[in-house]
């Protein structure tokens, strides 16, 4: 039996025919999920779509929530809001991401949707990030109702592949920062309107559960077991489900698109546009934006009603190939074309392998690789969002830190997949840390970041290995740079960017490595596209709809701070980097709800000292409404030693539960632990 809720804060104005209604999914422990469902007004059974989040339906996500679940449901689905275990206002308690526990509420939330009376059984999964994720997660453990899934800036490989490692080094930038985030986000309340007068005993049950899970991802150093959990990439066969996958060349996992085209078996397309991390209708910088919506739509109509859509008369994929601009934190939306691989890997690229002294400009011999510190200042954010300041700036500063091959360009080309690089390098230390920027250099001098990759020298024969290199002997070191779809144009100049630092992207060693590199042993293989104008002609998208979003109202900062700044402290020799990451900040609802969101993470390193890098972060969130009120601060930090990391966080939470109320402090922890340093 489940009890039908109030839908608080969703829109008055639904489309037409469309009713919303929140109930609870009970799970087979008797832990109760709290859910949302948009369904058309109609007594005949229809086929259900799935997303399923940690980041609360009733308020958080509600924005978002608001553009596409009931555009569904008006064009004949159910569609579906679930909040996992332990957050949001739903029962238990959250343990760690993509958890064991998660997936199997998950097949359990499945199996519900396709047993109730007004489903025909056909369940359909999306998501972004998050929900993308454990979309793929779930099609990979085929539950029978799961009949598609559109799975947009995901990842099928949790270790290299996500916030935590790159190229089995330790990501500085978001291992830090999403640990915090996290630790904030479920440290929030659930709603009293939905679990009613017990709502601060059940927060503070919460809080106590809670645990930082950065000190367990940082327990997990190479591509072990609990990495593999969850990885779809660990055996693409398990995917019965049809799989439309989505990225942009501005999101970090954008790689798992071209895999999952290349891999799965089951009936699978590719779209990869020049989006950041966001859903590709919401107009979010850069654009071009598409009819997203309706792109899924003829999915979903396809595997889940039987219609032929034409989807599978669809290139395999659909690549955006931008233009060559000047270098901007910000583009509002790239120039460029699309263009599509009737399979991939595609017979239209050509693999065009050079070697390193080619770039050289007729320099002969080794060069030496030791770059200082602050390499990396300009990385930009490891997750744009679309905000002003996410995209990488102009890279001269970050190429003069860097050893730089230079291929003048004669006439123009496309790359379209992955830039493979090969070092042969020498080393002085066992430990050493590659990053290589390819980059566009305009006639005027000014560097464009194409893409890059990075890769744990001791990481070298595989993720799951721990080689260290032998000081003194010359080692080939493959590093794969991130995909990307481009044009180099005439006159302009090719530019590979070599580095042994790269902060905050990538924590460094605790010892700082020189490396030695020989261009001649080395070399760079581009994937030049050619293509077939005929298909890229048949490449059509409608222009971007959704349904009326919430109208909410947004709650500037009293004293803003800058978004981005990088200063240097020239007497101590210390690089400070202080972000704003932007997730949403204040807002007020239309049901009454104040939501306040600051937070700030900083990160510094002093030239020629590794083990003087910190990453730091602080959240302050609070909720009100007239008969109640609920706020929390968090911290969180993270340094190392050239032995062990450090990381310290912090919680202190109150409430106030009643008009005339005293405000409570709730609850008030501190959590440190080390973690040995063994390989990252």
Not at 102 to 119: H, K, T
Not at 264 to 280: F, L, T
Request: aromatic share 10%.
């Amino acid at each position: 039996m489940t009890a039908s809720l109030t839908a608080i804060g969703v829109p008055g104005g639904l489309p037409p025919g469309v009713a919303v209604r929140d109930e609870w999914i009970p799970m087979p422990d008797g832990v109760r999920l709290h859910t949302r469902i948009w369904s058309p007004v109609t007594d005949a059974p229809v086929p259900v779509l799935l997303e399923y989040l940690p980041y609360r339906l009733d308020d958080w996500t509600a924005p978002r929530d608001s553009e596409r679940h009931p555009w569904y449901a008006a064009h004949g689905y159910a569609s579906v809001r679930v909040d996992i275990r332990g957050t949001g206002s739903s029962d238990g308690f959250f343990d760690d991401e993509y958890s064991e526990q998660e997936l199997r509420d998950g097949e359990a939330v499945i199996a519900w949707l396709a047993e109730q009376p007004w489903s025909t059984g056909a369940v359909g999964m999306f998501g972004i990030s998050w929900g993308g994720f454990n979309a793929l997660q779930l099609a990979a453990r085929a539950p029978a109702a799961l009949k598609a899934i559109v799975t947009v800036c995901s990842t099928d490989d949790r270790y290299d592949n996500d916030v935590h490692y790159v190229g089995g080094a330790v990501l500085g930038i978001d291992m830090a920062a999403w640990g915090a985030t996290m630790f904030a986000f479920n440290s929030r309340p659930p709603r009293p309107e939905v679990v009613g007068p017990s709502w601060v005993s059940r927060w503070r049950e919460r809080l106590d559960a809670n645990r930082p899970m950065t000190p367990v991802w940082l327990s997990h150093q190479t591509r072990d077991d609990y990495w593999r959990h969850g990885s779809a990439s660990e055996d693409y066969a398990d995917i019965s489900a049809a799989v439309l996958a989505v990225g942009g060349w501005a999101d970090p996992y954008r790689d798992a698109v071209l895999r999952l085209v290349e891999h799965v078996d089951a009936p699978v397309k590719g779209i990869v546009g020049p989006w950041s991390h966001q859903y590709p209708d919401r107009g979010l910088a850069p654009g071009p934006s598409i009819g997203f919506l309706q792109e899924s739509l003829r999915w979903w109509d396809r595997w889940l009603r039987g219609v032929d859509t034409g989807v599978e008369q669809e290139p395999a994929l659909r690549a955006w190939i931008n233009d060559p601009e000047p270098p901007a934190s910000y583009y509002a939306e790239r120039t460029g074309r699309w263009v599509g691989a009737t399979a991939w890997p595609s017979t239209s690229t050509e693999p065009r392998v050079l070697p390193l002294d080619t770039l050289r400009g007729g320099r002969d011999g080794a060069v030496v690789v030791a770059s200082p510190e602050e390499t990396g200042a300009d990385a930009g954010r490891f997750f744009p969002f679309g905000n002003a300041t996410d995209l990488p700036p102009d890279q001269r500063a970050e190429d003069g830190r860097s050893v730089c091959f230079d291929l003048p360009v004669e006439e123009s080309f496309d790359l379209l997949g992955n830039v493979l690089v090969d070092l042969s390098v020498t080393s002085d230390q066992p430990r050493a840390t590659v990053t290589v920027r390819l980059c566009d250099v305009a006639p005027d001098g000014s560097s464009t970041l194409v893409t890059r990759g990075v890769v744990n020298a001791a990481r070298r024969n595989g993720m799951d290995r721990d080689d260290p290199l032998e000081p003194g002997t010359s080692t080939v070191v493959p590093v794969r740079l991130v995909s990307t779809g481009h044009r180099f144009l005439a006159g302009h100049r090719l530019r590979l960017a070599v580095s042994t630092s790269y902060w905050p992207w990538v924590w460094p060693h605790g010892v700082a490595a020189a490396l030695v590199v020989d261009p001649a042993a080395s070399s760079v293989t581009l994937p030049v596209w050619h293509g077939d104008p005929a298909v890229d002609a048949g490449i059509r998208f409608e222009d971007p709809v959704r349904s009326t979003p919430l109208a909410i109202t947004r709650v500037e900062p009293t004293e803003p701070l800058p978004q981005r700044t990088v200063t240097h402290d020239v007497e101590t020799g210390e690089w400070t980097l202080d972000v704003d990451p932007g997730y949403g900040g204040g807002r007020v609802y239309p049901d009454g709800l104040v939501f306040s969101e600051d937070a700030r993470e900083t990160y510094r390193i002093r030239s020629g000292d590794p083990t003087s890098a910190s990453a730091a972060s602080r959240w302050a969130i609070g909720l009100s409404q007239d008969t109640w009120a609920a706020r929390l601060e968090t911290t969180s930090s993270v340094t190392a030693s050239a032995e062990a990391f450090s990381v310290v966080n912090t919680v202190r939470a109150w409430a106030r539960d009643g008009v005339d109320a005293a405000e409570e402090l709730v609850a008030e922890h501190t959590f440190r632990d080390e973690v040995p340093r063994e390989s990252a």
